[in-house]
C-alpha cells in the first residue's frame, strides 16, 4: 500500500493521535527501515515504510490497529529497534507503530515487588528509578541501554544474568495486549496482573511473547522485581587451550552457586579477534587460546562464598584469573556491546569499516565443540570468498542455572557498503548453513534474537514439525486479514489456502 | 593550565606492542599505522583528547556497574583469601 499525503487514512490518523504524532517526512520514515543487523544498504528503499505513527496509549493504539485492520494496511510495531532478526523492519511498507512514547511507570508496588510500566521504556532507565527503592528489574541483554520492553516481549528476549534471575519470559509477568483487530486483552499466568504462577486455561503469556509483532502490539506490561543486589563479583580466566575452557565453563555452570547469573565461553577465533582489536586482550601472550567469564550478584557474604568456590573450581581446571581491571571492565561492557570495536580487516589486514552481526543458536553443552568447528567453517567460506566478511568469533553463554544449554553465537564483521547482490546471497546461504548445523544438533536456531531473516527462516518448519502447522493455524486465527507485520516468519502460508 | 598546540599535537614515541598494534600512552593501544591506510586512515588526534577518550569510557563502565550493583567484589582479594 501507500499512502499518499492527503489520504482520508492520513486524515483519520491525525484526528486520533494529533498531527505531530504521525510522520510522513522521508528522514523519519529511512530511520525505521532497518536495524543494526546487516542489511543490504543499496536496497533501503524496498524496506521503507509508508508512515509512521506515535501512539501515546493503548487506546490509542487500538484505534490505529482498528483502522488498519479495517482497510488492510500492513502495521510493524516497534520499540527501540535494535532486534537482530529484523522484526521491526517492514517488509511491505504500511504504517510503522513506534511505541517508545507509551514509556511511563504506572506504578511502583513495594509490597508485591512488582511494577507496571508503558512498554516503549528501557531498563535502564527503569532502573534508575527502581535503584531509588533498592530494587532492579533485572533484564540485562547486551543492548540494555536502548533496547526497550515492548522489544523484549516482542522478541522474548535473553538477559545475560538470567541463570540467576531468568529471561524476559520470566520477567515479565503480565501485560495489556492489542489484537490485530483493535480488542485489547490482557494476558499472563491466568488473568493476574501480578500472578506469577496460575494453572488456569491456556498459558498465553507464552504465545504472545516472541512472536515478533505479528500477533499484535503490547502496551502496558507488569514486571517482576529483586532487590538489587549488594554485591557483583565478574571474574575472568584465560585459558591455554579450548578444551580446558570448556571444561571450566561446564563446572562452574553446574557447581549449584546460589548467585551465579552466569557463565561464558569465548573460543581461539574469539580470542585472535579480541588479541587483534580489542585493548584489553591486546597484551595477552598468545599463549592464550580461550577465555571464561562468570557473574555472581548478591548479598556481599553470598556473592563471597560463591565466588571463592567458582575460584577454586576454576583453578583446580588450570585457569589464570586475569585480573580485576579486565574482570570489572569486560564485565560491564557485556551490557552494552555497541562499544565493539566496528572496525574489521580485510584479508590483508587493512582496518575497514565493519558492523557487527551475531548469529545466535542454543545448543546444549555437549554439543558446544562440533557446533563451533561447524560454525568456523562457514565463517572460513566467507571469508574466503570476500573481504566484506571478517569471522570474530564465537561466545557461549550459559542460558540457565543448571548449564544444560548455551546461547551460542558467533560475530560476524560485515563491510555493509560493499555489500552488493552477490556478497548478500552469500551470507544469507551461511545463514541458511548455521541454522542447519544447530538443528543437525539438536538445537534451537535463536535463544534470543528469533529467527525471522532471510536464510534461517527457512528452516523454522523444519525446526518446529507440527509445530509449524499450529502456528500458521494461530496466526489465521488471530489476525486473519495477515494486517501484523506480513511477510515475517513465512506466514503467508497461513493464508495461501484461504486466498 | 597550560595548552600548547604544538605540545598537543606531538604524540609520544610509538613502542609495537603486536604485529598489528602500537601504544603510545599506558594502557591505550592503536592499530599499526601501516594498516590503517587503505580504506580508513587515521587521524590526527590531541593528546588530551586521546585521554580523555579513555578515562570516559572508564567512567561510563563504573556507571554501568553502579545500575547493577553498589559494590563490585576483587577477585584478587578473593584469591588472597583462598591461599591463606
Ligand atoms: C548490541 C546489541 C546487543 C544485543 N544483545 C542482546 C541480548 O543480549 N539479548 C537479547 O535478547 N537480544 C539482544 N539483542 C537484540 C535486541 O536488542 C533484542 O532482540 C531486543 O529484545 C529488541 O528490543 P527493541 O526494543 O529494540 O525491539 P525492536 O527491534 O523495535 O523490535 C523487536 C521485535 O519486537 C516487535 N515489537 C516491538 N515492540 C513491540 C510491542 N510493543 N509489542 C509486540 N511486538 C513488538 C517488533 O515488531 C520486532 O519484531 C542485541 C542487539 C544489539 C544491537
Known amino acids: 500500500m501507500t499512502v499518499l499525503l492527503g489520504d482520508p487514512v492520513l486524515a483519520e490518523l491525525r484526528q486520533i493521535l494529533g498531527p505531530e504524532h504521525v510522520l510522513t517526512g522521508r528522514a523519519d520514515r529511512l530511520n525505521r527501515t532497518r536495524v543494526p543487523a546487516p542489511f543490504p544498504v543499496h536496497r533501503w528503499a524496498e524496506r521503507m515504510p509508508d508512515l509512521v505513527v506515535l501512539p501515546a496509549s493503548t487506546e490509542e493504539v487500538a484505534e490505529v490497529l482498528r483502522l488498519a485492520d479495517s482497510l488492510r494496511i500492513p502495521v510493524v510495531p516497534r520499540d527501540g529497534g535494535t532486534g537482530l532478526t529484523d522484526g521491526a523492519v517492514p517488509l511491505r511498507g504500511g504504517i510503522v507503530v513506534d511505541v517508545k512514547r507509551i514509556n511511563q511507570i504506572k506504578e511502583i508496588d513495594l509490597d508485591n515487588r512488582t511494577c507496571t510500566v508503558g512498554t516503549g521504556i528501557n531498563a535502564l532507565k527503569l532502573n534508575e528509578v527502581l535503584g531509588r527503592h533498592g530494587l532492579i528489574y533485572p533484564d540485562d541483554p547486551a543492548s540494555y541501554p536502548c533496547s526497550l520492553v515492548g522489544g523484549r516481549i516482542g522478541t522474548s528476549g535473553w538477559s545475560l544474568i538470567g541463570s540467576r534471575y531468568g529471561h524476559t519470559r520470566d520477567l515479565v509477568l503480565s501485560f495489556d495486549h492489542v489484537l490485530p483487530g483493535g480488542r485489547v486483552i490482557h494476558v499472563g499466568d491466568g488473568i493476574g496482573r501480578k500472578i506469577t504462577k496460575s494453572s488456569s486455561g491456556y498459558q498465553l503469556k507464552h504465545l504472545f511473547m516472541g512472536h515478533q509483532g505479528t500477533l499484535g502490539i503490547a502496551s502496558e506490561a507488569t514486571l517482576k522485581l529483586f532487590p538489587k543486589p549488594e554485591a557483583e563479583f565478574s571474574p575472568f580466566w584465560a585459558f591455554e587451550d579450548y578444551d580446558s575452557a570448556y571444561r571450566a565453563v561446564g563446572a562452574l555452570a553446574r557447581a549449584g552457586v546460589a548467585t551465579f547469573a552466569g557463565a561464558v565461553l569465548f573460543d581461539e577465533w574469539k580470542v585472535d579477534y579480541l588479541r587483534r582489536d580489542d585493548e584489553a586482550y591486546i597484551p595477552q601472550p598468545s599463549s592464550v587460546k580461550a577465555l571464561v567469564c562468570a557473574a555472581l550478584y548478591g548479598y556481599e557474604d553470598e556473592v563471597r562464598a560463591g565466588g571463592r568456590r567458582l575460584l577454586r573450581i576454576a583453578r583446580s581446571l588450570g585457569a589464570r584469573y586475569l585480573g580485576d581491571e579486565i574482570s570489572e571492565g569486560d564485565w560491564a561492557a557485556r551490557h552494552d556491546r555497541y562499544a565493539t570495536p566496528l572496525h574489521g580487516r580485510t584479508r590483508s589486514g587493512q582496518v575497514v569499516p565493519m558492523s557487527w552481526h551475531c548469529e545466535d543458536a542454543s545448543i546444549n553443552y555437549t554439543n558446544l565443540p562440533a557446533v563451533r568447528l561447524a560454525w568456523h567453517e562457514i565463517a572460513d567460506r566467507l571469508r574466503r570468498e570476500s573481504d566484506v566478511f571478517d569471522d570474530w568469533g564465537m561466545f557461549a553463554y550459559t542460558n540457565g542455572a543448571t548449564g544444560a544449554d548455551y546461547l551460542t553465537e558467533i560475530d560476524i564483521g560485515i563491510w555493509e557498503q560493499r555489500l552488493d547482490d552477490a556478497a548478500w546471497e552469500a551470507w544469507v546461504r551461511a545463514k541458511r548453513d548455521l541454522a542447519a548445523v544447530t538443528l543437525a544438533h539438536g538445537g534451537s536456531i535463536s535463544a534470543c534474537h528469533g529467527s525471522c531473516r532471510a536464510g534461517e527462516v527457512d528452516l523454522v518448519p523444519e525446526e518446529l514439525g507440527g509445530g509449524y502447522d499450529v502456528m500458521l493455524a494461530i496466526k489465521r486465527a488471530i489476525d486473519p486479514n495477515n494486517i501484523m507485520n506480513p511477510g515475517k516468519y513465512l506466514l503467508d502460508q497461513a493464508y495461501a489456502e484461504k486466498s | ?84
Open chain 2, 1 to 84: 593550565m597550560k595548552y600548547r598546540y604544538q605540545d598537543e599535537m606531538s604524540p609520544p614515541p610509538a613502542r609495537r606492542v603486536t604485529d598489528v598494534a602500537i601504544t603510545r600512552f599506558e594502557h591505550v593501544f592503536e592499530v599499526e599505522p601501516a594498516l590503517m591506510t587503505d580504506h580508513v586512515t587515521q587521524q590526527d588526534f590531541p593528546n588530551w583528547d586521546t585521554l580523555r577518550l579513555v578515562r570516559s569510557r572508564a567512567d561510563h563502565l563504573a556507571w554501568m556497574h553502579r545500575h547493577f550493583a553498589d559494590k563490585v567484589l576483587s577477585g584478587e582479594e578473593l584469591l588472597h583469601d583462598l591461599d591463606e
